[in-house]
C-alpha cells in the first residue's frame, strides 16, 4: 500500500506561510509583492490559467496585473509591454501566459523579461542559473516537486530516478535537480527503446508526457516513488494523469495523485518564486 502525497494540502500549507510572511512584512510597512501576468489573445485553456494564479495571487496577499492584449497583437506590442514592466518598479514578478499567438516568438518574448523578475524561470538566463546550481528562482513545477519529495523525507541521493518526457518546462529542469541532489538520472522519451527496462529499475519516477494512464503498475519495481505530472482530460471530462493511478498504488511506495499531487505545488512554487523577487528589491 502506497502513501498518497497531499499536493493540494502541502500548497495550502506553504501559501499560508506566505500570506503570514507578507502580513507581517505589511505590518512593518513593507508593500506587498506583485505579479504582472500578461495574457495575449483568446485560448480559453490559458484564460482559466491566468484566472486561477491570480486567485492564488489574492489568496497569498500577492497583487497581481493583468496586462491584456488582443490575438491580433504584434510582437513589437508584446515586446514594448514587457520593456515597461521591466522597468515599472512596482512589478516584482512578470509572467507571461503560453502559448502565445502564431507569429510571435515565444522564446523572444521571453527572454526580454528581466531575469529579476522573470519567476517562471524560462528565460535562457535563468535556465542557464539552474544549470549551474545557482538559480534564485527554481522552475515552477520541477520545484514544486522538490517541495513535494521534501515533505515526505524522499531522499534523492544515490538514487535510480528516472525522468520520462524531456520538455524544456518539466522533464528536463527535472532531471537537473534530481542531478542537483545527487540522484542517478535517466531521461526517457518517446524514443526510448524498451522503457520498461528503465522504470523496472527505478527508485524515483516523474512521468511527464502527456498521455493518459501510460506509466501501469507491472512497469514499476515494488517500493518506487511515482510522481505524475501529467493532466489529461478524458473524454468524459474527468482530468487524469500519466500513470494509472490504480495499479501503481498497489506496488509504489508513494504516489501523487491527479488532481491534487504536482499541479497545486506547481502555484505554490510560482508564488515563492514572486515572493523572492519581491525580497530583492
Ligand atoms: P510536452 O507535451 O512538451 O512533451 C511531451 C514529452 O513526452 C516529450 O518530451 C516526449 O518525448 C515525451 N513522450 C511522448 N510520448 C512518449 C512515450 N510514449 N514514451 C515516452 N516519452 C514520451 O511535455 P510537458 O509540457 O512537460 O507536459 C507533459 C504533461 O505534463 C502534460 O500532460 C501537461 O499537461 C502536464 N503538465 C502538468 C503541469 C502541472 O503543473 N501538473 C505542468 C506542466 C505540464
Known amino acids: 500500500?502506497?502513501?498518497?502525497?497531499?499536493?493540494?494540502?502541502?500548497?495550502?500549507?506553504?501559501?499560508?506561510?506566505?500570506?503570514?510572511?507578507?502580513?507581517?512584512?505589511?505590518?512593518?510597512?513593507?508593500?506587498?509583492?506583485?505579479?504582472?501576468?500578461?495574457?495575449?489573445?483568446?485560448?480559453?485553456?490559458?484564460?482559466?490559467?491566468?484566472?486561477?494564479?491570480?486567485?492564488?495571487?489574492?489568496?497569498?496577499?500577492?497583487?497581481s496585473y493583468e496586462y491584456t492584449l488582443p490575438e491580433t497583437a504584434t510582437e513589437e506590442e508584446v515586446l514594448a509591454l514587457i520593456e515597461k514592466l521591466n522597468c515599472d518598479e512596482k512589478i516584482n514578478g512578470i509572467l507571461v501566459q503560453v502559448p502565445l499567438p502564431k507569429g510571435i516568438d515565444e522564446k523572444k518574448v521571453i527572454d526580454t523579461i528581466s531575469p529579476e523578475k522573470d519567476v517562471d524561470a524560462f528565460s535562457e538566463s535563468n535556465i542557464g542559473k539552474y544549470f549551474l546550481g545557482n538559480a534564485k528562482f527554481l522552475p515552477c513545477t520541477p520545484g514544486g516537486i522538490l517541495h513535494l519529495l521534501d515533505k515526505y523525507e524522499i531522499d534523492v541521493n544515490g538514487k535510480n530516478c528516472v525522468v520520462i518526457g524531456r520538455s524544456n518546462i518539466v522533464g528536463k529542469p527535472m532531471a537537473l535537480l534530481l542531478l542537483q541532489r545527487n540522484g542517478t538520472v535517466t531521461v526517457c522519451h518517446s524514443r526510448t527503446k524498451n522503457l520498461e527496462e528503465y522504470t523496472k529499475n527505478a527508485d524515483i519516477i516523474i512521468v511527464a508526457i502527456g498521455k493518459p494512464k501510460f506509466l501501469t503498475g507491472d512497469m514499476i519495481k515494488e517500493g518506487a516513488v511515482v510522481i505524475d505530472v501529467g493532466i489529461n482530460r478524458l473524454p468524459d471530462g474527468k482530468v487524469t494523469g500519466?500513470?494509472?493511478?490504480?495499479?501503481?498504488?498497489?506496488?509504489?511506495?508513494?504516489?501523487?495523485?491527479?488532481?491534487?499531487?504536482?499541479?497545486?505545488?506547481?502555484?505554490?512554487?510560482?508564488?515563492?518564486?514572486?515572493?523572492?523577487?519581491?525580497n530583492d528589491k
Open 242 to 278: 500519466d500513470a494509472d493511478f490504480e495499479s501503481c498504488k498497489e506496488k509504489a511506495s508513494f504516489i501523487t495523485p491527479v488532481p491534487g499531487g504536482v499541479g497545486p505545488m506547481t502555484i505554490a512554487q510560482l508564488l515563492l518564486n514572486t515572493l523572492e523577487a519581491s
Open 1 to 63: 500500500m502506497s502513501t498518497i502525497m497531499d499536493g493540494k494540502a502541502l500548497s495550502c500549507e506553504i501559501r499560508a506561510e506566505i500570506k503570514a510572511k507578507i502580513d507581517s512584512q505589511k505590518e512593518k510597512g513593507i508593500e506587498a509583492p506583485s505579479l504582472a501576468v500578461v495574457l495575449v489573445g483568446n485560448d480559453p485553456a490559458s484564460k482559466i490559467y491566468v484566472r486561477n494564479k491570480k486567485n492564488a495571487c489574492a489568496e497569498a496577499g500577492i497583487t
